[in-house]
């Protein structure tokens, strides 16, 4: 095989592992198993707003950064945090320099079910990586940490 050949081939192979992957990571039934362990009240989107919060400098944001950061309409975004606020995950504040302006912050129920979900993907990574060597774990990272960084530097 040519080594053309051979580069499109390894490719395709990785494109198939990605997809599944990130196929298993986003499927219902996968994240609906792991919640259900601590809570099982809030979808993998709202986990998603949940992260986004906790991670952001002042840990809130307006209802539009949040739109912005995540790529979601509004509309979405607006019914998936009143869902969150009913089950106490996040709450709403008035900025105090303009009044029309609301924050979102997440709670300390949000950030407890942030740190259990954290923990529980820890523990699932540490079970795959028991049975390599240390050499295949630190060359899997460094070669998947490269990778990740070509994607986006080509990206730019």
Known sequence: ?????????????LQDVLAKLFRHLKNRHTWQKMINKFDGQIDHSSFSIIH????????????????SILQVEAPFLSRKTTELQDLGYLKRTRSTDDKRQVFLEATPKAKEIALKIHQHRRLTTKKVFESWTEKDRSNFIKLLDQFVNQIIKNQE
């Open 52 to 67: 986004c919060l906790l991670n952001s400098s002042s840990h809130k944001l307006t209802l539009n950064e949040l739109s």
């Open 1 to 13: 095989m040519d080594k053309n050949k051979s580069l499109q081939n390894d490719v395709e192979l």
